[in-house]
Nanobody, 114 residues
């Protein structure tokens, strides 16, 4: 499985960005796929994750501002980020767990700054 992420960039506070991730190789909707982020000096953390048959999971810090979309037919997962805050600045990673084996895309930088 390979994951290709895109869509990061520089945005002003209160702005919006959409991240996209496409998987090559076979993935299964029952397995979790989502977005994680790592800010300088911090550990990688869950941002949003989705899997078939479950409600999406969101970090408390982004709930209500971010929305995750997964298209199982296209093997993509997008993250719509609204009302961005400076504290959302981080490298964002697309991740997929294949029955416990994690795969990661290259990170994409999101910088929220005026």
């Amino acid at each position: 499985v390979q994951l290709q992420a895109s869509g990061g960039g520089l945005v002003q506070p209160a702005g919006s960005l959409r991240l996209s991730c496409a998987a090559s190789g076979r993935i299964f909707s029952i397995n979790p796929m989502g977005w994680y982020r790592q800010a300088p000096g911090k550990q990688r953390e869950l941002v949003a994750q989705t899997r078939a048959g479950r409600h999406p999971r969101y970090a408390d810090s982004v709930r209500g501002r971010f929305t995750i979309f997964r298209d199982n037919a296209k093997q993509t997962v997008d993250l719509q980020m609204n009302s961005l805050k400076p504290e959302d600045t981080a490298v964002y990673y697309c991740g997929y767990s294949d029955y416990g084996q994690w795969y990661w895309g290259e990170g994409t930088q999101v910088t929220v700054s005026s």
